[in-house]
């Protein structure tokens, strides 16, 4: 473009100066022509009338051939050829041809403007002479009667010849200002483009995205202004740019942050933005889920249809959907509309994994459906053999004896679970104190063996101790840790058999020491595990009660784990076994 600017200036300068100088050449010609010519013919006027007063008398008199000697003599001394011609339009006289030998002259045009008493005059080429000539014919005047007329006839070679030479001087003068216009136009043409082919080397960078380029800014001129111009442009352009950049760069921090997920669709329900959250939890990629439809991504109709019903109604909706890949979950899906100059843009959706939401709720329940009915059981005993002693058993003493050791039985019972639930509401809602100490693992469990083994021997169950001879103490403290064997323990002889064997081992993991309690009891189906740990939760419902279970001893075992930074797990296989182990970290 630059290139053509100037190759358009260069070319109008060299148009305007070969117009001026050919229009200015033609004109000085013809003026100078024009000039020779006046000249030329007001000075052949003058010897034709010379002439005529020497040939006045001879022509009056009619002596026609001393007329035409005359005339030869006269037309070698002024240089020209003379024609004398009678009214008649007879030539009577001529310096070059024999008169008798010539054409009627009279329709001459000069010898017709010269026989009606003026001075004519023309240039034509003549036959005879073989050259343009200039003609000039005056009149021979006698007593007012014109007797004939004198012509002068003059070759235009010479002036032809000095035109051509002023013609040569004129071509050589337009060609050296041509040069030199060429010359003067490409600097002028490079003065007035090379700021503008700075402007667009520098226009070119920004666009490139380089806000720091400066454009030419020259001396005041309309350039200059308009490098001006472009330069304040953009640095304000970087400003908005730079304010854009951080406020999105801000806004995708923050949706790449959250905890939620976010997509982002325009309005014909093509993804546009999809966080790392949504990734996670409905198990995409942006890459492959950018620019397809929701549907595509999200096969769920439902969620399409409020989606479609959104952009619709511009209304907020919220919807609940399942997701069963790259795990089962239930999603909360809150969708709203994005405007863009009160227009619908586009679609926001935002997911929250309710899933532990409505596991807590169902825990909730089955929580106090169980603990209503443990409380039950023993209210309903304990009211039950209240009132058969108010009806009368109150006076028979064995009787009364027996229904008392019941209801203190049953009372018992009732302080074990409302304990247990008050140990397990302090360890969930973290309000007891760690007071964490180094406490010796190898001591403390030979210590409630010692404790609880006659237990295991009375049920002919053998209980084994698989432990180094020197561990790491562990980060913890004692009497919950041996709360944890117990229920561990107490749990593996409940659910073995007579002749069974409950092994107690451990071992070194690294940085924490893990304890595993193996049993040969009647373990637990596969699809039970997840849920041994939950309050309340029992595999044989019917067997527990029987054995005096209430379903919290795991729960607060594993919560009492993890208080001191540990884990907890179990393997187990349906009718071979089960191996409950827990993890908690060195004391260094």
């Not at 200015?24 to 030329?40: F, H, P, R």
């Not at 111009?229 to 730079?242: D, G, P």
Request: with cysteine; glycine share 6%.
């Amino acid at each position: 473009m630059i290139r053509g600017i100037r190759s358009r200036i260069i070319s109008t300068y060299l148009f305007l100066i070969l117009i001026s100088m050919a229009v200015l050449g033609i004109l000085l010609i013809w003026i100078i022509k024009e000039y020779n010519i006046s000249n030329l013919k007001l000075s052949m006027t003058n010897e034709a009338k010379l002439v005529s007063e020497l040939v006045y008398d001879r022509v009056q008199l009619g002596d026609i051939s001393e007329v035409n000697k005359d005339i030869k003599i006269m037309g070698r001394e002024l240089n020209a050829r003379i024609t004398l011609v009678h009214t008649n339009g007879k030539v009577i006289g001529d310096s070059f041809f024999e008169p008798g030998a010539m054409d009627n002259h009279r329709n001459r045009p000069e010898i017709r403007e010269a026989l009606q008493g003026r001075v004519g005059s023309q240039i034509r080429f003549s036959e005879s002479a073989r050259a343009e000539n200039l003609y000039v014919a005056v009149p021979i005047i006698a007593d007012n009667f014109i007797l004939g007329a004198v012509r002068l006839a003059i070759p235009l070679k010479n002036i032809n010849i000095t035109l051509t030479k002023l013609l040569s001087l004129l071509f050589s003068g337009i060609l050296a200002a041509t040069l030199l216009g060429v010359f003067l136009s490409v600097k002028l043409a490079k003065g007035l483009t090379e700021p503008i082919e700075n402007i667009n080397a520098g226009a070119k960078k920004i666009a490139s995205g380089n806000w720091d380029t400066r454009v030419y800014s020259g001396y005041g001129d309309e350039i200059a202004e308009l490098g001006n111009t472009i330069n304040f442009m953009t640095k304000t352009l970087k400003e908005h740019i730079e304010e854009v950049a951080e406020g999105k760069s801000r806004m995708e921090n923050i949706v790449s942050a959250m905890a939620s997920g976010v997509i982002v669709l325009d309005n014909y329900g093509m993804v546009k933005i999809v966080n790392r959250a949504a990734e996670e939890m409905l198990g995409i990629s942006l890459a492959a889920a950018e620019e397809k439809h929701i549907l595509e991504v999200i096969r769920h109709f439902g969620l399409n249809d409020q989606i479609e019903k959104c952009l619709i109604q511009e209304k907020t909706a919220d919807y609940e959907i399942a997701v069963y890949y790259p795990k089962e979950k239930i999603i909360k899906c809150y969708i709203a509309p994005v405007y863009r100059e009160k227009t619908v843009a586009g679609i926001t959706v935002v997911f929250h994994d309710i899933t532990q939401i409505r596991k807590l709720e169902q825990m909730r329940v089955d929580f106090v459906a169980n603990a209503s009915h443990e409380l039950r059981t023993p209210l309903t005993v304990i009211k039950g053999y209240a009132e058969t002693l108010l009806g009368g058993a109150l006076n028979d003493r064995p009787v009364s004896e027996k229904f008392v050791s019941v209801i203190d039985q049953e009372a018992d019972r009732l302080q074990r679970l409302v304990n247990e639930l008050l140990t397990l509401s302090k360890l969930e809602s973290y309000q007891t104190v760690k007071d964490e100490q180094s406490v010796d693992l190898i001591s403390l469990i030979q210590e409630v063996a010692n404790e609880i083994g006659q237990s295991f021997s009375n049920k002919e169950i053998s209980l084994s101790l698989k432990l180094p001879q020197r561990i790491n103490p562990v980060k913890a403290n004692e009497d919950r840790i041996k709360q944890v064997m117990v229920n561990l323990l107490e749990n593996a002889l409940k659910f073995t058999p007579k002749k069974g064997w409950v092994c107690v081992s451990v071992v070194d993991a690294g940085v924490d020491i893990k304890v595993c309690v193996k049993d040969t009891g009647i373990g637990i189906p596969q699809e039970e595990l997840p849920r041994v740990f939950e309050r309340f939760y029992r595999v044989d419902k019917a067997r527990s009660r029987q054995l005096g279970g209430f379903g919290l001893g795991l729960s607060i075992t594993k919560h009492i784990v993890e208080a001191y930074g540990g884990k907890m797990g179990v393997e187990s296989t349906l009718g071979e076994g089960s191996i409950f182990w827990f993890t908690l970290p060195k004391h260094e």
